[in-house]
């Protein structure tokens, strides 16, 4: 054999030699992926969490190490029952380095029940994060784009995309009010409405964007007794950031809510809004306010206003505050609200 062919010899022998040990490498990451897998499921088995499937497999060679799961369902059976049956093949992630933290791709049909009600979602695309700590749920990340939601008493809701964050701390001390023991991140974009909530605002609302923090000892429920503990450590709710376009209208704001001590909200917000004359035009069109009413509302809006409307986008700045069952706007009462839920109790 000349010596370019047995260099040639060579270099094939070293690439089916590589070949062969990351083919075995593969596989046992494959299956120590796999195992490690399995010990989370059983791990939330032992915390109360019914979780079910019909096998895991390996896939993804060569490029990707990633699991199989078909036909996951989980169940929870507490103090608020709740079950999510997922698509018929979720794929899944999960590192021996980061026995706490499954990555998730699940697009496809996902079933929720909660509350005595059932929600149908069939997802164009969903990745997802759910982290896991040795007290209890720590994060969550979901991306979603191509979302339709269906529920027995509503037509479908459409998103275009969205996007939740929400986590928990446990090194925050109860008495701790400086340090949020909790926060929730949501961002949706181009929401097709049903058109029993269009209110002539426009088919879809463009852009839902929301950033909450929680100060206090993290709640159990929203039932009375936990909402009780929370406002008696002195909890707060943060509303940091809110920002809608929906229609002609613009809304930008933030606001604190707090409990008194009948557990009804004490909430002050202050909000930017763009485009609220127009919005009124068109619930006026559509009868939800009365014609009479519309001229009525829109001087009103602009004498309680804490400054003119800006004159080249006729933005203004308006005080809201929700004391009890009354919706103020600045001095004047907007609207009286249903007592809270938890206050029926």
């Known amino acids: 054999m000349t010596r370019p062919g047995r260099a040639a010899g060579l270099v094939l022998a070293a690439l089916l030699i590589s070949a062969g040990l990351y083919g075995l490498w593969w596989e046992r990451a494959a299956n120590a992926s796999k195992a490690e897998l399995e010990r989370w499921i059983e791990v939330r088995r032992q915390e109360g969490i019914e979780i079910s499937h019909h096998g895991i497999t390996t896939a993804g060679f060569p490029l990707k190490l990633e699991l199989a799961v078909a036909n996951p369902r989980l169940a929870w059976a507490g103090a608020h029952p709740f079950s999510w049956q ?11 380095q980061a026995p706490g933290l499954l990555r998730m791709q699940a697009e496809g049909a996902h079933v929720i029940e909660a509350g005595g009600k059932r929600i149908s979602l069939t997802l164009a695309k969903a990745d997802g994060s759910l982290d896991m700590a040795m007290q209890g749920f720590a994060a969550l990340h979901l991306a979603l784009e191509g979302v339709e939601v269906v529920s027995a008493s509503a037509q479908p809701l459409r998103l275009a995309r969205l996007t939740l964050d ?22 949706a974009e181009r929401i ?15 852009q839902l964007n929301m950033s909450l923090a929680l ?34 209208l613009l809304l930008d704001g933030d606001g604190t809510l707090a409990l008194d001590r009948a557990l009804m909200p004490i909430a002050p917000f202050g909000l930017k809004v763009r485009g609220a004359a127009e919005a009124l035009d068109a619930l006026a069109e559509r009868g939800l306010i009365e014609p009479a009413n519309n001229m009525v509302v829109k001087l ?8 003119p409307p800006d004159p080249e986008t006729g933005s203004m700045r308006l005080p809201l505050t929700l004391q009890g069952q009354d919706l103020f706007v600045g001095p004047a009462r907007l ?11």
Do not use: C, Y
Request: net charge negative; hydrophobic share 50%; proline share 9%.
């Open 300 to 307: 009103a809006l602009a004498v309680l206003a804490k400054e």
């Open 86 to 96: 997922g698509p018929e093949k979720l794929m899944a992630h999960i590192t021996a």
């Open 335 to 345: 609207a009286r609200l249903p007592v809270p839920p938890w206050v029926e109790e």
């Open 166 to 187: 929400a986590a928990r701390r446990f090194d925050v001390a109860a008495d701790d009010l400086q340090t949020p023991s909790a926060s929730l991140a949501l961002f």
């Open 215 to 248: 100060f206090g000892p993290v709640l159990e429920n929203l039932k009375a007794d936990s909402l009780k503990v929370w406002s008696e450590a002195g909890g707060v709710l943060d509303l940091k950031a809110l920002h809608l376009e929906w229609g002609p």
């Open 192 to 206: 097709s409405l049903p058109p029993d909530l269009k209110v002539s605002l426009g088919e879809s609302v463009s």
